[in-house]
């Protein structure tokens, strides 16, 4: 009962006009313009814990960020619904976008021209946050986010990282109970990715505020995420928890060899010793040292480290946890059945 | 309410301020249509060197009109010039989504953002215009001339705002509508001289159905000869409330076919 | 001659493109139109009530009939004219993508100028019939006879493809101003209200105090309008028309040249700021 994001078939289609290549087409759509009608999200339900992070995955021009415009009320859904903390986003949008906060990695919110400070200024009148709670508010914020090196600085000459800083601190200023987190790490360096994710993970702890987020760092997803919503052309592929995603289909697995001598690894063979595919087996030669990457429901660890000890002199063994960024490049392929 | 006067305290000042730093932008926009409407004044100018008077208005009371309807042509440009950009770009490219996902009024919000201070050219001239010819001609001056004044100026700015609102709520359904502003915005020439040297045609047009005559025609000559009050005045009050409402609606549609732009 | 075709052969694909993109914008283009001539429609409106209002049937040699159709020539040939090729240079050197086109092994004078053609050719097809049709049948109503004129209408033409020559590269030279003064809305406002009037678009020259009509008469701002709208109505001898397509010739030269000259002010700045 206790659910925060409730959504329910939803589905949206669009309209487009088709341009015919050359003059000949575009002299044609002059008289007779050819319309089609996309699906771009194609009756996708999920719905999602008060307090949780739902990463919300899916290749690009998969409908991950219709699906988001459509809970934070900017689009209108041509069927199926949606309800936020009990509230339908196009009902009543006013008050319903005061409950969550927005965050489009792509395009700032923030106004170009202003003063940081001044943007929060007018965010304080715009959402009506009363004077003490604004300054704790910002206290807390600039704390998290160490906004105090740019904060009179106008938006146009932030950096990238300073710019997404600011405009996470700017959906959160009002203190939403969700979070729609669209590419917060888009662009950005390590360093600013890491300060972001923890600012991300602090609120969450926190305040117990709902995120949802969408990426396309799946260490996003992994350092983030306890459950993932994955979309492919517009409809949902799969729902459940990170590990039981890793469970059911890590079956890759990486193993690094450090060899005593260069020379040797022309003698391993893996693949044709285990008689394995491309996809199912991959390596990857730096100096004396090879990566072996194997599907392991195939060739068991115990005969991988054995041939390999068997074939050539080995100095060291590094065994790498299972990276679930192969796991989902192959979900993305469809050679996983869902 | 407060609240939104609030926005437009903060938002006027930081245009302020900004103003000084591209104070060659503003001077040459503000310059730029001043010089505009200094050469039409000078047209009208040409034309009374050759005749006295123009369908019976004196150059006199041709300049009030004309400088009427600068006043509530400028107080719209002033404050809403950024729906233009609404019907050029915003919606096309997608940046409408940022005005949909705050608690505040989305037609509100969006023309609070740009302060077009070019605009101080137009009403410079207005204001030039009136108080040269204000006191050259003999109007009957009442008690309640100056607030009624502003009362008309107030509804016939609401007239433009909201005839740029429709045209560019258009842009909701077809992504792009800056031209069909354009061409709606244009006619609002015909309001600077007066109605009666158009055909009937013309005349039913910018009455009825594109009624920018409310806007500086039919107000102006009611403070000229104090005649015909309830369709002069009460017609301005009418038709900007009436499109004011009308505009409402078409926006609140507009935004629900709103499409936003590919993720 | 195969300097020629290799010549076109590079800038045809502009006109191509300024063609499709016309096409494109056909509503665009439709909507600017009208709400442009509505200009045109007040002019017509205020010269009527003009004429109405004096028992004058001639004012600086202007009957009511002339009158109209040298508001709807005007307006006719300043769109015909009309060249803002150049205000995508200015906004090229604006935001600095000019880059691009300098190191491409085209002119791009040459590349605006065939785009815009291309761009031009639906609008004028569009256009011209209709409007020039409309005043001679006005015309015709109006006096009870054809006055249309086929010599007169040819050396229009001719004016009037001069008359465009220079609008481009006037144009052009503004354009390349923007690289000393970066302001594209204001500046360019001012100069389109300025050339509007110098060039006679707003009233003929002949209405302006003598001494101000005969300077205007000789700038190049006459030539874009006022030349080629005389030689339509006709007021022009054959002896003033060859004067008037000669002086609209060294202007034409002369902001060619000129705008060769600010390009290379403009590149020896360019490479000093490093772009």
């Known amino acids: 009962m206790d659910k925060m994001i409730y959504v329910d078939n939803l589905r949206k289609e669009f309209k487009k006009v088709i341009k015919e290549p050359g003059l000949k087409g575009s002299v044609k759509s002059l008289f007779s313009p050819k319309k089609e009608i996309i699906t771009a999200v194609d009756g996708v339900s999920f719905d999602v814990d008060r307090g949780e992070i739902l990463g919300f995955i899916g290749p690009n021009g998969a409908g991950k960020s219709t699906v988001i415009k459509m809970l934070t009320g900017i689009l209108t859904p041509t069927s199926g619904m949606c309800r936020i903390n009990g509230k339908i986003p196009q009902e009543d949008r006013k008050n319903y976008v005061r409950e969550i906060g927005v965050v489009f990695g792509q395009r700032t919110q923030l106004w170009w021209d202003l003063a940081l400070r001044e943007t929060y200024a007018v965010l304080k009148e715009i959402y009506e946050v009363p004077d003490e709670q604004y300054h704790k508010r910002m206290a807390f914020l600039n704390e998290v986010l160490e906004l105090d090196d740019f904060i009179t600085s106008p938006v146009r000459t932030l950096s990238l990282g300073q710019r997404m800083r600011a405009d996470i601190a700017a959906s959160l200023l009002h203190s939403p109970k969700v979070l729609f987190l669209d590419e917060p790490t888009i662009g950005l360096d390590v360093v600013v990715k890491e300060n972001i994710r923890g600012a991300i993970r602090q609120i969450n702890e926190q305040e117990g505020t709902t995120v949802i987020l969408t990426t396309h760092d799946l260490s996003d997803i992994e350092l983030l995420c306890e459950r993932i919503v994955m979309i492919d052309k517009g409809k949902k592929v799969f729902d459940g928890a990170l590990s039981q995603l890793k469970h059911s289909y890590g079956q890759m697995r990486t193993f690094r060899f450090e060899l005593l001598s260069p020379d040797d690894i022309a003698l391993l063979d893996y693949r044709g010793r285990f008689k394995l595919s491309d996809d199912d087996c991959s390596t990857e030669v730096k100096k004396a040292s090879v990566c072996v990457k194997f599907n392991s429901s195939l060739v068991s660890v115990e005969d991988m480290i054995s041939y390999t000890l068997q074939t050539v002199h080995v100095k060291d063994i590094e065994i790498r946890d299972v990276e679930i960024e192969e796991i989902i490049k192959r979900l993305y392929k469809r050679e996983v059945a869902v | 309410m407060l609240r939104y006067l609030r926005l437009h305290r903060i938002f006027i000042s930081q245009h302020l301020k900004r103003l000084m730093e591209y104070k060659t932008d503003f001077l040459l926009g503000a310059i730029g249509l001043l010089i505009a409407q200094a050469l039409q004044v000078m047209f009208i100018g040409i034309i009374f060197s050759q005749i006295p008077e123009l369908e019976g208005y004196t150059f006199d009371e041709v300049l009030f009109i004309f400088g009427f309807s600068l006043i509530p042509k400028s107080l719209d440009h002033l404050f809403t010039d950024n729906l233009w950009m609404v019907g050029y770009s915003i919606v096309r490219k997608g940046d409408f989504d940022k005005y949909l996902t705050r608690p505040i009024n989305s037609l509100y919000y969006v023309t609070v953002e740009r302060f077009c201070v070019d605009a101080f050219g137009e009403m410079l001239t207005g204001i030039l215009l009136l108080s040269y010819s204000i006191p050259r001609l003999s109007m009957a001056f009442h008690w309640y001339t100056i607030p009624l004044a502003l009362v008309v100026v107030i509804f016939a700015t609401l007239i433009y705002t909201s005839l740029k609102t429709m045209t560019a709520a258009i842009s909701f359904w077809t992504k792009a509508s800056g031209h069909i502003i354009h061409m709606l915005y244009m006619t609002n020439d015909f309001s600077k001289y007066p109605v009666t040297i158009y055909n009937k045609a013309v005349q039913t047009l910018i009455t009825y159905v594109i009624p920018f005559a409310f806007t500086a025609y039919y107000p102006a000559s009611f403070f000229l000869t104090d005649k015909n009050p309830l369709f002069c005045i009460g017609g301005t009050v009418i038709a900007g409330t009436a499109l004011f409402a009308l505009a409402l609606f078409i926006w609140n549609r507009g935004i629900r076919a709103y499409e936003s732009a590919g993720s | ?275």
């Open chain 3, 1 to 275: 001659m195969t300097k020629l075709r290799h010549f076109f052969r590079i800038y045809l694909p502009f006109s191509r493109a300024g063609i499709q993109e016309m096409v494109a914008y056909r509503a665009n283009f439709i909507c600017f139109l009208i709400g442009e001539i509505v200009s045109a429609f007040i002019m017509f409106f205020v010269w009527k009530a003009v004429f109405a209002s004096s028992s004058q049937q001639t004012f600086n040699g202007f009957t009511l009939e002339d009158m109209v159709v040298y508001v709807f020539i005007t307006f006719l040939t300043g769109y015909l004219t009309y060249s803002d090729g150049a205000f995508a240079i200015g906004e090229e050197i604006v935001d600095g993508s000019i880059a691009t086109r300098m190191i491409r092994p085209c002119s791009f004078d040459m590349c605006f100028l065939f785009h815009e053609l291309g761009s031009r050719l639906i609008s004028i097809a569009m256009i011209f019939v209709p409007i020039v049709a409309g005043v001679e049948i006005y015309r015709c109503v109006i006096t009870g006879s054809v006055r249309f004129d086929i010599p007169h209408f040819l050396l229009y033409l001719l004016s009037l493809t001069v008359a465009y020559g220079i609008s481009f590269y006037f144009n052009v030279c503004y354009g390349f101003m923007a690289f000393f003064f970066k302001n594209l809305w204001g500046t360019s406002l001012i100069k389109e209200t300025l050339t509007s009037f110098l060039s006679g678009a707003i009233v003929p020259l002949a209405f302006l105090p003598a001494p101000l009509a005969a300077v205007l008469n000789f700038l190049p701002f006459a030539s874009l309008s006022y030349t080629p709208v005389m030689i339509y109505m006709g007021m022009y001898s054959y002896a003033e028309i060859a004067y008037r397509i000669g002086l609209q010739l060294f202007w034409l030269l002369a902001m060619f040249l000129l705008s060769k000259l600010i390009w290379r002010c403009a590149v020896k700045r360019l490479s000093v700021q490093g772009g």
